[in-house]
Nanobody, 120 residues
Framework: QVQLVESGGGMVQAGGSLRLSCAAS????????MGWFRQAPGKEREFVAA????????FYADSVKGRFAISRDNAKTTVYLQMNSLKPEDTAVYHC?????????????WGQGTQVTVSS
């Protein structure tokens, strides 16, 4: 079972940047599709971005396209989410997830999340 631990969240002003990290415990990390999701208070969890096992393919929600970038380092069993030009509506708990299916498929393993707060 893959254990995922997110870090890098915090509070930032609108227009600022943050870089989230998600460290995986499993040496088979490189075989997993990895995704980032977020959940704001009172809202359903939503997809943010995903990356294929090799890093060759990525997919983004329209709301973050052009501002966020997902990447991975299989040697470090870590996936990243670089978030630029942050907006107050990006405020949420961000979770990483691991799956064995397509980029927008089912994810089997989830981290506890890291809080991102963007002030106006």
């Amino acid at each position: 079972q893959v254990q995922l631990v997110e870090s890098g969240g915090g509070m930032v002003q609108a227009g600022g940047s943050l870089r989230l990290s998600c460290a995986a415990s499993d040496r088979t990390f490189s075989s997993y599709t990895m995704g980032w999701f977020r959940q704001a208070p009172g809202k359903e969890r939503e997809f943010v971005a995903a990356i294929s096992w090799s890093g060759g393919r990525t997919f983004y929600a329209d709301s973050v396209k052009g501002r966020f970038a997902i990447s991975r380092d299989n040697a470090k069993t870590t996936v990243y989410l670089q978030m630029n030009s942050l907006k107050p509506e990006d405020t949420a708990v961000y979770h990483c997830a691991a799956g064995t299916g397509p980029l927008k498929g089912v994810y089997d393993y989830w981290g506890q999340g890291t809080q991102v707060t963007v002030s106006s």
